[in-house]
């Protein structure tokens, strides 16, 4: 019977990215399903597996510990303690030399050639393709001169035939594998290195790991790290795959090519906790609507309740929790955000009157250049709201302000001149602001500048029919 360590109360889990590229939020999904588990009594480990040194990066390892500190996992791990594959050759291969002082790990010398063949005869019996064992039978004595004369191997676990691995997959239910199925699989490869699983499983056993949540395309490993595990006589941790989230296209996300990729949503403007509340809830159950912080998500967070459907990325959704991060970001922080373009005496109106547009920070500095810069672009809507009222609205707008008029008063103004409803404030709008939509207008015609109001108005006032 497998040892579960699952199940407690506090488990110890772990995120333990490939830096093979950037996170996308399929992986980030991952690690805060791993983080809202452990909290807020158990440990949360991030491990590097960083061994294939073909594919990883220090670039990608830098990128993705930024990614995890931006969305506030800094205050939940210890980057320390942190593990890096390619510094523990020494343990994986003093395991693997355990494995062959017990006759569970032998080596390898067939050549690619030879299994092609043996996989072609098999598929040729209508049999899926597994290693049939004829390296499995050569005297160690006789495997050492080999490797002496210069040889380079491959080391295969023993597979006792004719038994069944089982485990209970947390999202996934009761499965079971036939070890005849598996056949003697590959643990170390011929230039020395550990395959990715072989580590990936001494780890989690080595550091306490209790649960491992991680994505279905590991699901195949699983039951090969728990016959290893259990050769060992190391613990099994409790496994729960997560399906893949799939992109709008119905394409899984993927880190190499960078689809849905955290530092995409970042540059956007999307917040951390938007991200992690929207993320909480993409195929898990969170027991409210409320955007949450980590630790109150952790609370409303149940591991034995992730669906097992495929989820599907949904910025529609991810906009709704945008909203409410923004919303719920205290005034302070606009106010230092906008420092350096927006005049003191201003900002806290500035901030008040742009608040509720605001989808992302970046906004409040866009209606910064808007309400305090120069040259305007006027966007198709406003144009055409700019010729509806024609050089008369503009030139009535430009008397009632060289009468020493408020720029306040200008919706009053034009009204006493005859214009009305949209027209009147749509246009106006439309001069000062190069867009229909936005702050009221109120607001704006009492934070920009005197002298810009009438710079834009005079603009159109001057201009004949034809060029509006
Ligand atoms: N390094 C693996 C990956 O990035 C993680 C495997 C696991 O979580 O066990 O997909």
């Not at 050569?138 to 597979?159: D, H, K, L, M, N």
């Not at 230092?336 to 201003?346: N, Q």
Request: hydrophobic share 45%; aromatic share 8%.
């Amino acid at each position: 019977m497998t040892r579960y360590h699952g199940g407690m109360s506090a488990p110890t889990t772990r995120f333990a990215p490939s830096p093979s590229g950037l996170l996308h939020l399929g992986n980030v999904r991952t690690a805060l399903f791993s983080l809202l588990a452990a909290l807020p009594d158990g440990r949360f480990l991030l491990r590097i597996e960083d061994s294939d040194r073909e594919r990883v990066s220090p670039v990608f390892e830098e990128a993705l510990r930024a990614d995890l500190r931006w969305l506030g996992f800094g205050a939940y791990m210890d980057e320390a303690a942190v593990l890096r594959q390619s510094q523990r050759a020494a343990i994986y291969n003093d395991y693997l030399k355990r494995l062959e002082g017990m006759g569970r790990a032998y080596p390898c010398f067939c050549t690619q050639a030879e299994l092609g063949a043996e996989r072609a005869r098999l598929r040729a019996q209508g049999l899926p393709p597994r290693y049939l064992g004829r390296c499995a039978v050569i005297r160690p004595e006789v495997a050492q001169g080999r490797i002496a004369a210069g040889e380079t191997p491959v080391w295969r676990f023993r597979v006792t035939e004719g038994e069944e691995v089982g485990f209970h997959d947390i999202v996934r239910g009761p499965q079971r594998v036939a070890t005849t199925l598996l056949g003697d699989f590959i643990v170390r490869r011929a230039n020395g290195e550990a395959m990715f699983f072989f580590a990936n499983a001494l780890d989690d056993a080595l550091s306490g790991v209790t649960l491992v949540l991680r994505g279905e395309d590991h699901l195949a490993n699983t039951p090969r790290q728990i016959l290893i595990l259990r050769a060992l006589g190391l613990p099994v941790p409790e496994y729960g795959h997560l399906p893949l989230v799939l992109g709008a296209d119905g394409v899984p996300l993927s880190k190499r090519d960078g689809s849905g990729s955290l530092a995409a949503l970042r540059k956007e403007g999307f917040l951390p906790l938007a991200v992690i509340n929207y993320l909480a809830r993409l195929g898990a159950v969170v027991g409210s609507d409320q955007l949450l912080p980590i630790a109150a998500l952790a609370k409303a967070f149940d591991s034995r309740r992730i669906g097992h459907a495929p989820a599907h990325y949904d910025r529609e959704q991810l906009l709704h929790w945008q909203r409410l991060a923004m919303a719920q970001t205290p005034v302070a922080e606009w106010l230092a955000w906008v420092a350096d373009c927006v005049p003191e005496a201003d900002r806290q109106r500035f901030v008040e009157a742009v608040r509720p547009n605001a989808l992302f920070p970046e906004d409040f500095r866009r209606w910064a250049q808007i309400v305090y810069g120069g040259r305007l672009v006027l966007d198709d809507e406003a144009r055409a709201a700019v010729a509806a009222v024609g050089a008369q609205f503009f030139r009535a707008a430009c008397a009632h302000l060289k009468e020493g008029g408020a720029p306040s008063d200008l919706p009053a103004a034009l009204k006493a001149a005859g214009y009305a409803g949209r027209p009147l404030f749509h246009g106006l709008r439309a001069a000062l602001t190069g867009r229909i939509a936005g702050p009221e207008l109120k607001d704006i015609l009492a934070l920009m500048p005197r002298t810009l109001v009438a710079q834009r108005l005079l603009e159109y006032g001057n201009a004949d029919a034809k060029d509006l």
